[in-house]
């Protein structure tokens, strides 16, 4: 587990732009039971998150088209929502960080860490951008 005051400007950035923080098993339920789209982002300390994930998932919501709901969990520190979010994620295996995209509780887009790690944040936008396009 990270102390807060390291987190918390990692915590702020996405609610800043919008997210809703997730820290229980039930709120992750809820929010996945809702008609329309959810994002999730799985938060991370680490740098590709803090580089590309969290820049490129924000920049992402300039698209005309943009998910319903946008969320988000704190791996290391918001333990079970993030095991609950990731238990709506499989098959992908746990990573972080990741940003998942749902349609009526299902995953319809998934952004694994390998899928973030050594790309730009336009990359992790245009790839999200479109799957709003596609799903939203």
């Keep these: ?4 005051e390291i987190v918390k400007p990692m915590r702020q950035e996405l609610v800043n732009a919008g997210f809703k923080e997730l820290h229980t ?11 329309g789209t959810t994002l999730i982002v799985v938060n991370s300390v680490c740098g590709c998150a803090a580089g590309t994930a969290r820049p490129g998932t924000i920049m992402s919501l300039q698209s005309d088209k943009k998910p319903d709901n946008l969320t988000t969990v704190f791996a290391g520190v918001d333990v079970e929502s993030t095991v609950k979010a990731r238990e709506y994620m ?5 990573s972080s960080p990741a940003v998942a995209l749902f349609k009526d509780g299902e995953l319809v887009h998934m952004l694994e860490r390998h899928h973030i790690e050594g790309r730009s944040a336009e990359m ?4 999200l951008a479109g799957a709003y396009q596609e799903f939203c």
Excluded: G, H, R, S
């Design 1 to 4: 587990m990270y102390p807060e």
């Design 124 to 127: 992790i936008a245009e790839n």
């Design 25 to 35: 098993a039930a709120e992750v339920d809820n929010m996945l039971q809702e008609k």
């Design 90 to 94: 499989i098959p992908f295996p746990p």
